[in-house]
T-cell receptor
């Protein structure tokens, strides 16, 4: 689960390992989900998205899995690299709505 | 393409002062957004625009005003800054809303209100 207070959940992995970052979303009416990567001092960067009529979507080294039954989203990063170190957060929205809801984020630390 | 740019990068204000944050995009995007990001919290939408001349309230609009006089620019104004507005502000733009929706974010403006 998420930490209470200002500290983000943290995932530490070794370079070359696979990483799995989890996100629990709150609105069962949400039908569109996006993962972002935010490096220190920079703006968020789009990674991958998925619609609610999908269970899985793959990109380059990343896979997003969606479990609507338990309202859970995960981002899998294959062969994690030091450059993957960042805060990752998910966003949910209802298609047609302009207002996304962002999670608090998970800090990924990749050790060389 | 420069993408999304924000001016200024950092600003310190005293309580009650006013300022305008400028966002510019060169991708001909229709949709533009202003978010704030506070420690330990996700991004929260302040205001957004679905096209030139239009603006709408987001999740946390109080204390802010916006204008979109030109398609490429989206201005965020603070008329009377308060310490609670200390935050990092991000502008974003997108070509469309809904699937697929890729929002491109600027580098952020750090604002400190004393």
């Amino acid at each position: 689960g998420e930490s209470v207070g200002l500290h983000l959940p943290t995932l530490s992995v070794q370079e070359g390992d696979n990483s799995i970052i989890n996100c629990a979303y709150s609105n069962s009416a949400s039908d569109y989900f996006i993962w972002y990567k935010q490096e220190s001092g920079k703006g968020p960067q789009f990674i991958i998205d998925i619609r609610s009529n999908m269970d899985k979507r793959q990109g380059q080294r990343v896979t997003v899995l969606l479990n609507k039954t338990v309202k859970h989203l995960s981002l899998q990063i294959a062969a994690t690299q030091p450059g993957d170190s960042a805060v990752y957060f998910c966003a949910e929205k209802r298609e047609g709505s302009y207002i996304p809801t962002f999670g608090r984020g998970t800090s990924l630390i990749v050790h060389p | 393409n420069a993408g999304v740019t924000q001016t200024p990068k950092f600003r310190v204000l005293k309580t009650g002062q006013s300022m305008t944050l400028l966002c510019a995009q060169d991708m001909n995007h229709e949709y533009m957004y202003w978010y704030r990001q506070d420690p330990g919290m996700g991004l929260r939408l302040i205001h957004y625009s679905v096209g030139e001349g239009t603006t709408a309230k987001g999740e946390v609009p109080d204390g802010y005003n916006v204008s979109r006089l030109k398609k490429q620019n989206f201005l965020l104004g603070l008329e009377s800054a308060a310490p609670s507005q200390t935050s990092v502000y991000f502008c974003a733009s997108s070509l469309r809303t809904g699937w697929p929706e890729t929002q491109y974010f600027g580098p952020g403006t750090r604002l400190l209100v004393l």
